[in-house]
């Protein structure tokens, strides 16, 4: 028989006591340090520690398929390595990554001698450790578990998302590790002051990995989304499983500085990637969420042609690089019934051509939007047809959606959507088109792979504000250390119409939120203005009505803003809390700095502005006299590195700085 990995282990904690002589590798800092055990019964289990301190205490390795009968395992050989290079990205929070892990990679084989074996590969970074299964060439294998635990040697506090195989659109958990559950990933704790955070990274051909409780109060077992007939993945050839990774740091901000993710994931497989750049967008969008517009054609249509040509406009006149249609192409009659759309044809009000050549003589991008409602088959049909007709028309950016269950029983998170997610980004790129994809999958950094694959969703983004009680400020302090770590989100922040008061005069024909209570923006404008330092995205959308941005002096923030950053640091912040982000574009610097429910003053060492140079300050803060959300201040003054900054934040407050040298 040649299955491979059915490890069943007893008594874990018993398993490192009766190995005398356990594996370990450590970070190149000597910080971290993962040890890994076979003992006598064939179980496999790793721990990871800290500064000498146990985290992860012995937790199970192993994989469960069909074609597996035994689970005594030996040793059949091991190898050690180091690794430390510099790579680039095109694009990215940072354009420069330092990769520098030490490795053991350990060949195990069935004692009985009867199989091919599989080889556990681990890595130890100075932020963090990962590692993951290689399958020999094994003829196919049907998965039926994955036995990886995280097994915590104390209790501490976690910031997670519940385990569901369908929606990253869930609330955020602060809880001890003792009452969780189940948990999607990133699953971000804090034990005894060490930050780290689980998750994955290289997703590809294999469902993602939720963890849910294991016996015993501190233990998860990782869980992997099935499909329709209970397999969690079927599998042929070499096959090496996505890396379960760890991150840790000594404080909350870094694990957003680490770069563990990305550099688990291989170089780009896009040669010529000059057409892939990032961009400020604006759209036709938040009027439908608003309810007063709609995707449909009719009276209250959003994707006109006149409303193209206005935001074409628009973008031209505020430095905005590309402008989304949702509802331009037919179909949309069907979203919620057969969710079948016709993703070539648009509406006869829309003009696509006449709207694509406009926008080609302004230099503006034009995004196109396929709304699938989870229908993957017939999305699956005509997608290569669409994007050849985009590529046609000089159409570089596509924001796909997933707003609808899968048929015939598949989930989003499985080997199926999996598999269907990556299908679209592998096409896109071949049509040199950039993908921002709606209900998701989990980010894992195959951004550095695929770097077309510029952003996704996979969160509760702004639209949650129009139709249910809303996103927190809380929420906005958790999200970079939870999801962002992930990679980039299209949370699409920028809402200057707090109250929704235009919306509300539009002859009061809000349709969901009309009489919604919670109906408003639950931060004051300067925030807004923050999230887009913030919430990192390399496609990065202004989503208010284009109007309410009309005479705002705060939007010369937007204009000057540079979504295509060089470098990026996390330079304050606590989970829930607050954060203070820079990010530096060329030789300009942003700086973005938010609190929760309370008010806060932060200061801040501008140490990270290039010495010598001398920079105008202009704050885009709250206005801490007046309650009204809308009210910020902007102040301009020169700084230099040496000087420290202070900000004044109201409760669910915020600040924005830009940082321009003079000349
Ligand atoms: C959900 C997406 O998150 C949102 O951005 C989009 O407008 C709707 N689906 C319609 O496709
Ligand atoms: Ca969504």
Redesign the pocket.
């Known amino acids: 028989m040649r299955g491979v990995l059915k490890y069943l282990i007893g008594g874990v904690a018993a398993v490192f006591a009766a190995c005398g002589n356990p594996m370990e590798v450590t970070s190149p800092d000597g910080d971290i340090s993962v040890k890994l055990c076979v003992d006598e019964t064939g179980a496999a289990a790793y721990t990871v520690t800290v500064g000498g301190r146990t985290v992860i205490a012995p937790s199970r390795l192993g994989i469960a398929a069909r074609e597996s009968e035994f689970s005594k395992f030996e040793v059949a050989s091991s190898r050690r390595s180091s690794h430390n290079e510099t790579w680039e990205s095109p694009w990215g929070e940072n354009k420069s990554h330092l990769n520098r892990y030490n490795e053991l990679a350990v060949e195990l084989r069935d004692a009985e001698g009867m199989n091919n074996g599989v080889t556990v590969r681990f890595r130890a970074f100075d932020d963090g450790v990962a590692f993951r299964y290689e399958l020999s060439e094994p003829d196919s294998l049907t998965l039926t578990d994955e036995l990886t635990e995280f097994r915590f040697a104390e209790d501490g506090t976690s910031w997670s998302i519940a385990g569901s195989f369908e929606t990253y659109?869930l609330p955020y958990r602060e809880q001890a590790i003792s009452a969780v559950e189940d948990a999607n990933t990133p699953f971000t704790f804090c034990v005894a002051g060490i930050y780290g955070s689980i998750h994955e990274a290289a997703l590809y051909d294999y469902p993602e990995m939720v963890l849910r409780r294991a016996e015993g109060d501190l233990g998860f077992v990782s869980s992997l989304a099935p499909l329709p007939d209970g397999v969690k993945a079927y599998i042929a050839g070499r096959f090496t499983t996505p890396w379960r990774t760890v991150q840790i740091g000594h404080k909350a901000v870094d694990l957003i500085n680490s770069s563990l993710i990305e550099n688990l994931n291989e170089p780009s497989k896009i040669a010529d990637t000059s057409w892939i750049r990032p961009q400020k967008y604006v759209g036709v969008w938040w009027g439908m969420h608003l309810g007063t517009q709609t995707w449909i054609m009719g009276p209250r249509h959003g994707a006109t042609t006149e409303n193209a040509v206005r935001h074409i406009d628009f973008a031209v006149a505020n430095n905005i690089d590309g402008v989304l249609f949702e509802g331009w192409n037919r179909g949309w009659e069907n979203w919620g019934s057969d969710q079948r759309f016709d993703y070539v044809e648009p509406y006869a009000d829309f003009d696509l051509e006449r709207i694509a050549a406009y926008a080609r003589e302004k230099g503006i991008a034009l995004w196109m939007h396929n709304e699938t409602g989870g229908n993957i088959p017939d999305y699956e049909a005509n997608m290569e047809r669409a994007m050849a007709r985009y590529a046609e028309l000089g159409v570089h950016t596509l924001k796909t959606?997933y707003?609808g269950g899968f048929k015939d029983g598949y989930l989003h998170h499985s080997q199926y959507g999996v598999q269907h997610y990556q299908r679209v980004v592998e096409l896109a790129a071949r049509y040199r088109i950039m993908i921002d994809a709606?209900?998701p999958i989990k980010a894992t950094g195959i951004r550095r792979t695929w770097p077309n694959m510029m952003t996704r969703?996979g969160a509760r983004?702004m639209?949650w504000n129009a139709w249910s009680e809303g996103n927190s400020s809380e929420y906005l302090c958790t999200l970079p250390f939870v999801r962002l770590l992930g990679g980039p989100m299209d949370y699409t922040p920028g809402v200057f119409d707090i109250d929704y008061s235009t919306a509300k005069a539009d002859k009061g024909r809000l349709k969901w939120n009309g009489d919604n209570e919670h109906c408003c923006i639950k931060t004051t404008l300067a925030r807004q203005i923050a999230n887009w330092v913030i919430i990192y995205s390399p496609l990065q959308m202004a989503c208010d009505l284009i109007e309410n941005y009309e005479g705002h002096p705060a939007f010369a923030f937007f204009r000057d803003y540079d979504a295509d950053c060089d470098w990026s640091r996390a330079l304050q912040g606590e989970i829930g809390d607050y954060i203070v982000v820079v990010r530096r574009a060329g030789e300009r610097f942003f700086l973005g700095a938010g609190t929760n429910g309370e008010a806060r003053t932060i200061s801040q060492s501008l140490e990270f502005l290039t010495p010598g140079k001398r920079y105008t300050a202009t704050i885009y803060g709250d206005d801490t006299s007046s309650d009204d959300p809308e009210d910020y201040i902007i102040r301009s003054f020169e700084v230099t590195g040496g000087d420290t900054l202070t900000l004044e934040l109201l409760p669910d407050g915020g600040a924005a700085v830009t940082f321009i040298p003079v000349e």
């Open positions: 659109e959606g707003a709606h209900e969703e983004g639209e």
